[in-house]
């Protein structure tokens, strides 16, 4: 299985900051890389997939970056609405693995 | 618009089966895989496995001889049954539709928590 990690595991940023989350694949995934964000109590939903595409409706303060084994989630200017869990995912070989989540707080 | 609905069985006895139904609703069946998903309660996610519209899958290999994903394309429907579950299976349960193309999760059901409890 591909082994995801991400980092930092949890940060506390305020509002109007640049925050960035990295994620690391154990093998190349080219592009095939993925970002969600969680609420609690909620199901994932889909902020980025390729690395690099916005998904449909969410705001374009969210970008992400990457190939290879290395990616990166940036939020250019954290909201209060953003507080949540955000966790990466490969779905270049199944099982499609997930990371470990990093947890933003304010 | 694409809504998947979720059910089954919210506690589940060890060593008996899960069962979980989800309907899709809107968009086309037949253009994507469908897959399961399980988040343990205050841990991360894991991706059970996956299915399309004339029935090929892939399973999690720590999953695989346990479980089964099945389809009903003229219901629009997809189902996971896990079997010999323990404590460890407790979790809330997804299932969702693989994006085109990439692979991502676009669109998740409500999600069922299941208990493995006597």
């Known amino acids: 299985d591909i082994q995801m990690t991400q980092s930092p595991s949890s940060l506390s940023a305020s509002v109007g900051d640049r925050v960035t989350i990295t994620c690391r694949a154990s093998?190349?995934?080219?592009?095939?890389l993925n970002w969600y964000q969680q609420k609690p109590g909620k199901a994932p939903k889909l902020l980025i997939y390729?690395?690099?595409n916005l998904q449909s409706g969410v705001p374009s303060r969210f970008s992400g970056s990457g190939s290879g084994t290395d990616f990166t989630l940036t939020i250019s200017s954290l909201q209060p609405e953003d507080v949540a869990t955000y966790s990466c995912?490969?779905?270049?070989?199944?099982?499609?693995?997930f990371g470990p989540g990093t947890k933003v707080d304010i | 618009q694409v809504q998947l609905q979720q059910w089954g069985a919210g506690l589940v006895k060890p060593s008996e089966t899960l069962s979980l139904t989800c309907a899709v609703y809107g968009g086309s069946f037949s253009a994507y895989y469908w897959s399961w998903i399980r988040q343990p309660p205050g841990k991360g996610l894991e991706w059970i496995g996956e299915i399309n519209h004339s029935g090929s899958t892939n399973y999690n290999p720590s999953l695989k001889s346990r479980v089964t994903i099945s389809v009903d394309t003229s219901k629009k429907q997809f189902s996971l049954n896990l079997r010999s579950v323990i404590a460890a299976d407790t979790a809330v349960y997804y299932c969702?539709?693989?994006?085109?193309?990439?692979?991502?999760?676009?669109?998740w059901g409500q999600g069922t928590l299941v208990t493995v409890s006597s």
């Open positions: 093998q190349s995934i080219t592009r095939y």
């Open positions: 390729a690395a690099s």
């Open positions: 995912q490969q779905s270049f070989f199944t099982p499609f693995t």
């Open positions: 969702t539709r693989g994006g085109d193309g990439y692979g991502a999760s676009d669109y």
